[in-house]
Every structure is written in structure tokens, then in C-alpha cells.
Nanobody, 115 residues
Framework: QVHLVESGGGLVQAGGSLRLSCVVS????????MGWYRQAPGKQRELVAT???????NYADSVKGRFTISRGNAKNTVYLQMNSLKPDDTAVYYC?????????WGQGTQVTVSS
């Protein structure tokens, strides 16, 4: 059974930084892509950033230049470095890990940015 555990969320002032981490187990699975979605109250879940097994990255326009996604050396960990945070970044952030036939999700971690 695949488990994703996120950490690193919290409350931060506008302009501050947070680093989200996601550890996937078991570590032996080679996922095609890993990344982060977020969902703000009353809004649809949206893609924030993704990184493929080959190292390609993709970002939502709203976070380009502020967020950086990376995978750990062990390949079963994905990070999201979030800088210059804005109140609009407030949301529950969900980690995902994708295979061709299925996508797995974490339970989410709350990020709150105060103005």
C-alpha cells in the first residue's frame, strides 16, 4: 500500500517562506511524476508544481519565480520551497505521486499566509 506523508505547513506572514516535504512509501516505486496541488476554501483544487522522473518541472503561473519543486536523492521525497508568500497562497496543499494507471494522494497540509 502506498502512503504519502506531508509536513512543513503552518502560519507565516506575507513575504515569508515555508518548505513543504512529502515522503512516499514504499520507496521502491518509481513514480512518473510527483508534485503538489492546493485547494483554497470555495475554490477548485489546482496544480501548483510537478516534477517528472526525468527531472522536468512545471509550475502554475501564479507561483512561477516564487516556488521551487525538487525531488530528494532517494527519489521518494518531493519538496516545495515557497518564497515570497502571499495571502492568496493560503490553502491546503496536497502531495501526489503518479503512475501511468493511478495517482496517489497525501492527506494535505495547511498553509496560511497572513497579511
Amino acid at each position: 500500500q502506498v502512503h504519502l506523508v506531508e509536513s512543513g505547513g503552518g502560519l507565516v506572514q506575507a513575504g515569508g517562506s515555508l518548505r513543504l516535504s512529502c515522503v512516499v512509501s514504499p520507496s521502491t516505486i518509481n513514480f512518473n511524476a510527483m508534485g503538489w496541488y492546493r485547494q483554497a476554501p470555495g475554490k477548485q483544487r489546482e496544480l501548483v508544481a510537478t516534477v517528472t522522473s526525468g527531472g522536468s518541472t512545471n509550475y502554475a503561473d501564479s507561483v512561477k519565480g516564487r516556488f521551487t519543486i525538487s525531488r530528494g536523492n532517494a527519489k521518494n521525497t518531493v519538496y516545495l520551497q515557497m518564497n515570497s508568500l502571499k495571502p492568496d497562497d493560503t490553502a491546503v496543499y496536497y502531495c501526489y505521486a503518479a503512475l501511468v494507471v493511478r495517482t496517489y494522494w497525501g492527506q494535505g497540509t495547511q498553509v496560511t499566509v497572513s497579511s
